[in-house]
C-alpha cells in the first residue's frame, strides 16, 4: 500500500477492461467545508461508465461509511463520491473492476 503526501487535487490515467479511464480528485469549497470530489469518467470523449462499474471509498483503515460508493445501474457519463475530510485525514479509493497495475493508497488530505 502506497501513502501520498497531501492531495491539492490529481488527476490518474486508469486501464480498466481493456479501456481507459480517469480518476479525478478535486476539491469544492463551500463556505463551511472542503468538498473533495472523487469522480470517474471514461477518457474518450462522449465514452461511457458501463454497467456494473463501481467507485468506492474507505476511511484509511479500511472501514466503510455513509454514502461511500456509487455504481454504474445503467451506462453513465459519470460516476462520483463527494466526502468531506478534516486537514490530514486520510481515505482509500477503490474501483471494480479492478484497474490493471492498481496498487491501494491513502490519499491524505
Known amino acids: 500500500m502506497r501513502s501520498s503526501s497531501s492531495v491539492q487535487g490529481l488527476s490518474r490515467q486508469l486501464t480498466i477492461a481493456e479501456n481507459t479511464y480517469e480518476l479525478r480528485i478535486y476539491p469544492r469549497q463551500t463556505p463551511e467545508d472542503i468538498i473533495w470530489r472523487f469522480e470517474l469518467r471514461n477518457s474518450i470523449s462522449g465514452g461511457q461508465i458501463p454497467v ?5 471509498l474507505l476511511t484509511e483503515d479500511s472501514q466503510e461509511f455513509e ?5 454504474a445501474t445503467s451506462l453513465v457519463d459519470m460516476l462520483y463520491v463527494e466526502v468531506i475530510l478534516k486537514p490530514g485525514e486520510g ?6 473492476p479492478t484497474p490493471v497495475d492498481w496498487e491501494q493508497e491513502i490519499l491524505r488530505f
Not at 67 to 71: Q, R
Open 52 to 56: 456494473g462499474f463501481k467507485l468506492r
Open 67 to 71: 454514502n461511500n460508493e456509487d455504481i
Open 91 to 96: 481515505v482509500i479509493w477503490e474501483i471494480e
